[in-house]
């Protein structure tokens, strides 16, 4: 496949027009065009599915209610293409290795069940009975229940994960390793400390009453581009939108509504940030410490003034625990320090502070720019002391908002999928199936990697995914996956994972969330919960491509039946009628009650949230709030020269790339860039456009190096890089993760940069 390159910068608005004719573009390329114009038009609403991209909810009142990247996501599901047994025959697992993740994905739908035939390096055919009693036999032989690792990626249902945390458990592990991991750990740890509950406080409509929403380190733009709506309206009606990015983002300037044909057609795009600040990497929690230093200097001043307070003191009193040690935090931490970690200047922090404090009603936001560095807990309740300083939880327009990634990753966790389960859940597990759960905590996503690596674990179960691509340390991960006994992957597309066979490997090929779902009962429908707690149903209607495809469901309820039989659950009774599954997960999981009458509700229902009803779940019954001092430095152990983050382009869900543009970021046909201030790359004495070698600096005598980057001059604080994620995940170190999280820094990796020595014309394409 041969791309046409050019970097050039993108001066429209993010959506408008450009998003009109990429979404047309990927419908057509889909080679099913009308019925995926069909798909789209059922998307997100009462009668349809959930969009399988992001975890942005639905306000249910548009009509028309998808956005570019969601239909990539749809387009790119639905697709005709479809590889089987013929496919594989023709290509040996070595030579598939050669080829790009776009390639591998690119080839279309995997059709039936393939088992790894190491004797001739291909996958052949295996029907479905001799696969799941392979799988059943090799958990059997197990000497120990944590030998096995159930890995889940979120886009996994409410049914299909409840199953499985339920089958882990009933073998008798808490191994659940899971995308959250790399994701949003810190985000549910910090928040579960700092108000008792691991979620987001806020409502949908909480963006329309809101006077002032700070954004920090994310891209909406990109990889929740319906959050655009939400913030373009409030931008309109005069909220104020204060951004913290450390690039610039164009979707957080500007946007035109691509379902407003007069801002397609005409310049009425809407400015988006009032504010835009751009942190260092990693500098955060820096920055708001200064913002709360700003203010509780202005408090001071106008208490001694006789002034009334700017802090909401009666809820301070009532609700929250620990604020006089922040305090003497805030007091103990030098504007110096804050101006060195944050890159911001103090009076850019006091002009934040000053936007906070004018606002009644404040909201939060963040996503991976806050959640992939090594202090990032501590940064997540850093953002949950100043909402606390000023009130702005359980009241409406305010709280805190945690942007989720894949679009059930929230309800995986709330279905069990927990490597450090609460008692709870395993007590009423217990109760309500009569067996004894596995109490010690299991294995998160890098310590299962790390049990691989050590010959620990002798089956792996992948409900979706791509740990291969998405892990860090790729030749390290790729080393891990191969030393298993048995992988087992249950995927619609064929993914660098599956070339990374263990000593035996079985592909499970799996119905999407865009297809009709027929079991014995009829037709069914799936549930999933968004961002914002709530839980709806989805219902796949495209005819799906073979016979010989299953449902995640059932894949697992069979998976479990040929391992544990039908003695204590009738596995493949609940997959032959999802409601039954949902009537245990009634039963089990709280605030299910009633769960299968509450899925007729149109929108779905709200999960509830304590917290934002000022019931805090903490030791001492309130918020609490956090005394931690800032990290050493924004990017500990090491004195590199530069920081990298690796994150999403436009045309990408993931490890799946759906093409090779980066259209706001003005990058066309290429991936291989590494985003640098122009002053850095004359510093280095190149030019804008010179390929670079980047290798992580090491702590543990490992060497990290990928080649032949192109420079690429954007506006970045100086010592700030980024590139895209999966190509620079060699670069970040499984031994390097987050404190309380274990979550893998994939947005503060220390490196230095040295100039390639290959010429343009050698490059393949
Ligand atoms: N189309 C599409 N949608 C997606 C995804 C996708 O790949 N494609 N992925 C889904 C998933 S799983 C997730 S988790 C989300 C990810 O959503 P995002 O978190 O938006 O994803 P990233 O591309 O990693 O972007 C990180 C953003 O934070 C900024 N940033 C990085 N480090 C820092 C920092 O230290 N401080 C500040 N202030 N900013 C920083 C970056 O410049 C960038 O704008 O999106 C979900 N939605
Ligand atoms: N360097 C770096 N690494 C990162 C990140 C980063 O920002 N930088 N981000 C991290 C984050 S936030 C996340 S969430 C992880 C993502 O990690 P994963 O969730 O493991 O990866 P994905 O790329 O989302 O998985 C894509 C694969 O899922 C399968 N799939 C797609 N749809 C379905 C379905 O409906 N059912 C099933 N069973 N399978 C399906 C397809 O085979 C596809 O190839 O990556 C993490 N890794
Ligand atoms: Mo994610």
């Keep these: 496949m041969k791309f046409k390159t050019a970097i050039k910068p993108y001066h429209a608005a993010a959506g408008g027009l450009g998003s009109l004719e990429a979404t047309t573009r990927f419908v057509i390329d889909s080679k099913n065009a009308l019925k995926n114009m069909r798909n789209l038009l059922r998307m997100n609403k009462a009668r349809g599915f959930d969009c399988p991209g992001c975890a942005w909810g639905d306000d249910n009142k548009s009509t028309f209610s998808f956005c570019e990247n969601g239909a990539k996501a749809v387009t790119w599901e639905a697709t005709r293409r479809q590889i089987d047994a013929t496919f594989f025959a023709q290509h040996s697992v070595t030579a598939l290795n050669r080829q790009s993740d776009y390639f591998l994905e690119y080839q279309g739908r995997l059709t039936e069940p393939l088992r790894y035939n190491p004797q001739t390096d291909h996958y052949e055919p295996v029907s479905w009975d001799d696969a799941l009693a392979m799988i059943g036999e090799h958990i059997k032989a197990m000497d120990n229940p944590n030998q096995l690792e159930l890995y889940t990626s979120g886009r996994a249902s409410n049914e299909s994960s409840w199953l499985f945390q339920l089958f882990g458990r009933m073998v008798g592990t808490n191994n659940f390793p899971d995308c959250s991991n790399m994701c949003h750990e810190a985000s549910g740890a910090g928040l579960k400390r700092s108000i ?4 987001g406080t806020i409502h949908l409509a909480d963006f329309e009453k809101a006077d002032a929403i700070f954004v920090f380190g994310q891209n909406p733009g990109t990889n929740h581009p319906r959050m655009l709506h939400s913030l373009r309206h409030a931008a309109d009606r005069g909220a104020r939108i204060v951004t913290f990015n450390t690039l610039r983002e164009r979707g957080l300037e500007r946007f035109a509504d691509p379902q407003k044909p007069l801002e397609v057609v005409t310049p009425m795009a809407g400015t988006i940030s009032s504010a835009y600040y751009q942190p260092n990497l990693g500098g955060d929690m820096a920055a708001v410490r200064g913002m709360a230093k700003a203010l509780l200097e202005t408090q001071r001043q106008r208490l001694a003034n006789g002034e009334a307070s700017i802090f909401d003191d009666a809820f301070i009193a009532q609700h929250t625990h620990g604020i006089e040690d922040w305090f003497a935090q805030i007091d103990a931490t030098d504007w110096q320090t804050i101006e060195q970690q944050s890159g911001l200047k103090q009076q850019q922090l006091r002009e934040a502070a000053a936007i906070w404090q004018n606002a009644k009603r404040v909201i939060c936001t963040w996503a991976m720019g806050i959640t992939q560095h090594k202090h990032s807990l501590n940064t997540v309740r850093e953002i949950t002391n100043l909402q606390l300083l000023g009130g702005h939880l359980g009241k409406p327009g305010a709280g805190l908002c945690p942007v989720r990634g894949h679009s ?14 609460p008692v709870a859940l395993l007590d009423s597990l217990a109760r309500h199936f009569n067996f004894e759960p596995p109490r010690e905590h299991g294995h998160h996503t890098v310590e299962a990697i790390s049990a691989m690596l050590r010959d620990e674990v002798k089956v792996l179960l992948a409900l979706g995914g791509n740990l291969a691509a998405a892990a860090p340390d790729t030749p390290r991960t790729c080393e891990a996956l191969r030393r298993c ?13 599956h070339l ?39 219902e796949g209607i495209g005819k799906p491509l073979a016979a010989t495809q299953r449902s995640e469901t059932a894949i697992v309820a069979g998976i479990a039946h040929a391992t544990l039989g039908s003695e204590k659950v009738d596995w493949l009774a609940l997959a032959g009628d999802y409601n ?14 009633n ?6 509700e149109p929108g779905g229902f709200w999960l509830g949230n304590a917290a934002a009803d000022l019931r805090f779940n903490t030791p001492s019954g309130k918020a609490e709030f956090c005394a931690a001092a800032l990290p050493l430095s924004v990017c500990p152990e090491t004195q590199a020269p530069f920081v990298l983050q690796t994150l999403r382009s436009h045309d990408q869900y993931n490890t799946t790339i759906y093409g090779l543009d980066d259209r706001y970021r003005g990058v066309y046909g290429q991936r291989d860039v590494l985003f640098m201030h122009p002053e850095d790359i004359r510093a280095l004495g190149l030019n804008d456009g010179d390929r670079v070698d980047i290798e992580t600096q ?21 010592g700030n890089l980024a590139a895209y994620y999966p190509e620079t995940n060699p670069l970040v170190p499984l031994t390097r993760f987050g404190d309380g999280t274990g979550t893998p820094t994939s947005k503060s990796i220390p490196v230095m940069i040295t100039a390639a020595h290959v010429r343009e014309n050698q490059r393949i394409a």
């Design 595 to 600: 769960f299968n009458v509450r899925c007729e």
């Design 485 to 497: 006994g048995l992988t087992v992957y249950i995927s619609t597309k064929l993914n660098r994972s």
């Design 408 to 421: 059930n990753v929230q309800g995986n966790r709330t279905m069990g999928i927990d490597e450090k389960p």
């Design 196 to 199: 008792g509950v691991g979620k």
């Design 698 to 718: 090491s702590t543990d005598g490992v060497q990290r190096r990928v080649e032949a980057f192109r420079l690429v001059a954007y506006d970045i604080p100086r």
């Design 500 to 538: 990374m066979p263990g000593k035996q490997s079985l592909i499970l090929p799996t119905l999407g969330r865009t297809e009709e779902d027929m079991q014995a009962s009829g037709r069914q429908f799936i549930t999933v919960e968004d961002s914002f707690s709530m839980v709806h149903a989805s």
């Design 580 to 593: 039954l599954i949902r009537d245990h997960i009634a039963a089990t999981i709280p605030g299910f009650q």
